[in-house]
């Protein structure tokens, strides 16, 4: 399995699994919001930048990770906003090896704290969360605006 940055090569395989996640939590993205995210991602400047996992030529996962200003440290804060790996590969060692690069390229950019959220029943990711991080005790609020 090889983790690295996602290329404009990947456009494609990355659109599926991108669709693909929106289905797990029972979201359609639209090609605008694909669009958007996937421009995102091959703006160097931005600041959400997606790794993925090749196991045999395929992607068969992403994750998608923010840097953020940490006002407890005044300090660099990473957000993974996104994680997914393709049904077939789950229980494979993808989501843990997609996190650790994750660790790994935010400890090389300036440390810091390192965060993510998942649904409530989302359990069996939950038993890999517990076990290479924190979980932290937090309330998540949320309001769509405009």
Avoid at 26 to 39: A, I, N, R
Avoid at 118 to 124: H, K, L, Q, R
Wanted: hydrophobic share 45%.
């Amino acid at each position: 399995m090889n983790i690295r940055p996602v290329t404009a090569a990947d456009h494609e395989a990355w659109r599926e699994l991108f669709r693909a996640y929106g289905v797990f939590y029972e979201t359609t993205f639209s090609d605008q919001v694909l669009d958007g995210v996937w421009g995102w991602l091959m703006d160097p400047a931005h600041e959400v930048h997606a790794i993925v996992a090749e196991r045999e030529g395929e992607l068969v996962g992403f994750a998608h990770i923010r840097r953020l200003w940490d006002t407890f440290t005044a300090g660099p804060g990473w957000f993974l906003d996104d994680l997914y790996v393709a049904p077939e590969h789950r229980g494979t060692g993808v989501a843990r090896a997609l996190i650790e690069r994750g660790y790994a390229d935010a400890e090389a950019a300036g440390g810091g704290t390192f965060r993510w959220i998942t649904a409530a029943g989302n359990e069996t990711a939950q038993l890999l969360y517990d076990r290479i991080a924190t979980r932290a005790d937090w309330v998540v609020y949320e309001k769509e605006l405009g």
